[in-house]
């Protein structure tokens, strides 16, 4: 006799062991056509699984999130299915589930072009109406390397002379044929998938990542539940696409990148005034939130990221330079060191702390150029960095009031939507159960009183301490991992950072690594993207452009130039004899907020034509309210 557990705590009998089809039948017939695979004691098993022992089990629809990772996973093996239908002598090496969709990756002669990708999905269809039923075997590890050599999978050979030898080797037959090496689940037929899938791009990818290896055809493709879905997918892909910092920051004359520098930002005029101006926000928020800056140096000698723990945790990952007398230093990937090395100037008191030090420092980290995509991975970015040295028993104070500041800057900034990821301990870590304990229940205390949505990472926290990330939404409804902050117990500690107690007694602060948007240029490349280059007008690198409609209204332009550039206002007069009409499209592809006319009417009245950007409509005022009305613009979100 064996007891099966179910979701809502029923609890239903069975003489003997059951298989999930079974199971289904005897919980609700109408549940027979919704159930893709079921989880089995918190393991997700095919509906043929047989239960051999009292279970707990929960039934998987399209409308789990689990559910709809298998029916992508089974999308996957059927569209290399039809590749290798359509194209013999195609062979297939990986192909995983990623968010929102799946891809394969095949070794082939010939380029796939978008006529192959219309091919591929009628195929698929083809095959999904079949309604193929799949089966599962599981083979000896020699037998297999022998079978797919023979069949000329010398990619999925490797694969499997990869695999310790005490796992076991699932094969996943789809139909009486075609079959891949898989550890599953799968759904129990190729008619389950549906037809809400569409194959999205091709592009290169190197075995197995790396650059030595051969390149491979990467075939990208979404998955859904329902049409609806898919629809409203593809409609944000294309949304997203029009919205890409890259085309625009090439429309606005932003930034570009260069070989000769590959991961690094070449800012131009208008970038860089973006740029900086964010920074002078922030400084000011900082500054009334109580932050002292500093800078530290770049480039730091090997030894200080030995002591720090960095050099063997993530060495790989740093420039390095030898110099003539044999000393190794490395371009800092992160500013926490240097930090720690202003707080040990000059003795410190428990009546210093909390100790907050800002800082917005360039690092430099080595990341494939494969991962490398404009302004969202680079090698060289700006952190805009803090560390909090605090005792005990102001963590959660402290967090809190980082959390605060972070969604202030946030919702200024156009981002209602935050959510929080809080991570705990993980399985290797440094310190005292003691005083984990401590740091998390007083970070988890801080989310709580935040108010705020979070979920919970379980054992993915740093191994210095608990931390929580914080994941804003953009206009589109993507989310976009930023700002962090982390309870060090680690670093001050190797460090020698101390400070004396109310007792006299030396103690080692806890440190918490704060960053408000984690990397200034990613955030740029979001914020583009959100407002998809229409920037809020104190904001904007171009705010206005004056166009007098001929050379004799030059002077009354020149003058109102002057006016506003006192003031602060980032304009500029356009003199070029070109006509007005395509001043005004150039201006507006440029993402100018704001155009000012200025003809005869105008001068004789001593007004000015307001464009707007993204309004067809015009507005005649005096001069005087049109610089008021932009001043007032121009004010920082400060309250």
């Known amino acids: 006799m064996l007891n099966i557990e179910l979701l809502d705590g029923k609890k239903i009998p069975f003489e003997k062991k059951i298989d999930g089809f079974s199971l289904i039948k005897k919980i609700s017939k109408s549940l027979e056509k919704a159930a893709l695979v079921m989880e089995v004691n918190g393991e997700l098993k095919d509906l043929s699984f047989e239960i051999t022992k009292n279970s707990k089990v929960r039934i998987i629809t399209h409308k789990d999130k689990e559910g709809l990772e298998v029916i992508r996973h089974d999308a996957a093996h059927i569209m290399a299915m039809a590749v290798q239908e359509l194209y013999p002598g195609t062979q297939v090496t990986i192909g995983p589930v990623i968010e929102n969709g799946f891809f394969y990756d095949f070794s082939r002669k010939e380029p796939f072009t978008d006529s192959d990708l219309n091919k591929i999905e009628k195929k698929m269809s083809e095959i999904i109406d079949k309604d ?8 000896k590890r020699d037998d297999a390397i022998k079978h797919f050599k023979k069949i000329g999978e010398k990619y999925k ?5 990869g695999i310790p030898k005490a796992e076991e080797l699932s094969i996943y037959f789809h139909g009486d044929s075609w079959h891949d090496l898989c550890r599953g689940p799968h759904l129990s037929s190729s008619g389950k998938i549906g037809k809400a899938f569409k194959l999205t791009k091709v592009s290169g990818a190197y075995w197995r990542g790396d650059s030595n290896n051969e390149m491979l055809q990467r075939i990208y493709g979404t998955c859904w539940g329902n049409k609806k879905d898919l629809d409203d997918y593809l409609t944000r892909l294309e949304e997203a696409e029009k919205r890409d910092h890259r085309k625009l920051g090439k429309e606005m004359d932003l930034f570009h990148f260069r070989e000769e520098s590959p991961g690094s930002v070449f800012w131009h005029e208008k970038g860089w005034l973006l740029f900086q101006k964010l920074i002078e926000y922030m400084r000011i928020k900082q500054r009334f939130a109580g932050y002292k800056e500093i800078n530290t140096p770049e480039l730091l000698d090997k030894s200080l990221w030995e002591k720090s723990g960095h050099w063997e945790k993530f060495g790989e990952h740093m420039f390095t330079s030898e110099t003539p007398d044999e000393k190794t230093f490395a371009i800092k990937p992160m500013n926490c060191p240097g930090c720690v090395q202003v707080f040990n100037q000059g003795l410190k008191s428990y009546r210093d702390l909390p100790l907050k030090m800002s800082e917005f420092g360039k690092v430099h980290r080595y990341e494939p150029s494969g991962a490398l995509h404009g302004l969202l991975r680079v090698r060289a970015f700006t952190q805009d960095d803090a560390h909090i040295f605090c005792t005990e028993d102001q963590i959660t104070q ?16 156009g981002f209602d939507k935050v959510l929080l990821k809080y991570s705990d ?4 870590r440094v310190g005292a159960d003691s005083v984990w304990d401590k740091s998390e229940a007083a970070l988890l205390s801080a989310i709580k009183k935040s108010k705020l949505e979070y979920t919970v990472n379980k054992g993915e926290g740093a191994f210095y301490g608990p931390k929580i ?17 982390q309870v060090d117990l680690n670093l001050p500690d190797r460090l020698g950072a101390t400070f004396v ?10 440190m918490l690594h704060r960053a408000l948007f984690g990397s200034l240029e990613r955030f740029i490349g979001i914020l583009i993207e959100n407002y998809a280059g229409k920037l809020p007008f104190w904001l904007s690198p171009n705010q206005v452009v004056i166009i007098p409609i001929a050379e004799e209204n030059n002077n009354y332009t020149k003058k109102l130039f002057e006016d506003l550039f006192k003031e602060g206002i980032k304009c500029e007069v356009d003199l070029r004899n070109q006509k007005i009409n395509y001043k005004i499209r150039e201006h507006s592809l440029a993402k100018v907020p704001m155009i000012l006319v200025c003809g005869k009417k105008e001068v004789a009245d001593n007004t000015v034509t307001i464009r707007k950007l993204g309004s067809e409509k015009q507005e005649t005022m005096s001069r005087e309210e049109v610089i008021k009305s932009i001043l007032m613009a121009n004010k920082l979100p400060l309250n």
């Open 501 to 510: 107690d109310k007792d006299g007694t030396k103690k080692v602060p806890v």
């Open 157 to 161: 050979a490797e694969i499997i002379e």
């Open 398 to 413: 402290e967090s809190l009031a980082v959390t605060n500041l972070i969604l202030e800057i946030y919702k200024s900034l």
């Open 425 to 428: 301990r993980p399985e290797k």
């Open 469 to 485: 990330e914080f994941v804003l939404r953009d206009a589109i409804g993507r989310d976009w991992q930023c700002g962090t902050l």
């Open 132 to 139: 193929l039923k799949t089966k599962k075997e599981v083979w």
